[in-house]
């Protein structure tokens, strides 16, 4: 696939207005890399985010786990 880079020509940079170029790619085609570019990085990043609120839960368990092993068990424990 062709190197995509955003450029600013010397005209746009007083204007302020970059555009992509694109060679040997239609407008069309740009279109469709951007939404493949754009899905791909929308699912990484809620994996970054799944992968946060995972390691959080995994770290409340441990703590939560810890507590109850130095705190002991509360009563008297009993067998028939």
Same mark, same amino acid.
């Given at each position: 696939? =062709?190197?995509?880079l955003?450029r600013? !020509?010397?005209?746009?940079?007083v204007n302020?207005? =970059? +555009? %992509? %170029?694109? =060679?040997?790619m &239609?407008? $069309?085609? @740009?279109? !469709?890399? @951007? $939404?493949k570019?754009? &899905? +791909? @990085? &929308? #699912? %990484?990043?809620?994996?970054?985010k799944?992968?946060a609120?995972l390691e959080? #839960?995994l770290s409340d368990?441990s703590?939560e786990? *810890?507590?109850m &092993?130095? *705190?002991?068990?509360?009563?008297?424990l009993s067998?028939?």
């Amino acid at each position: 696939m =062709p190197n995509h880079l955003l450029r600013v !020509d010397a005209d746009d940079a007083v204007n302020q207005q =970059p +555009y %992509f %170029f694109n =060679p040997g790619m &239609s407008a $069309e085609q @740009l279109e !469709d890399w @951007l $939404e493949k570019q754009r &899905s +791909y @990085l &929308s #699912r %990484f990043n809620s994996l970054v985010k799944e992968k946060a609120a995972l390691e959080k #839960r995994l770290s409340d368990i441990s703590l939560e786990m *810890k507590r109850m &092993s130095t *705190k002991g068990f509360e009563g008297v424990l009993s067998f028939p």
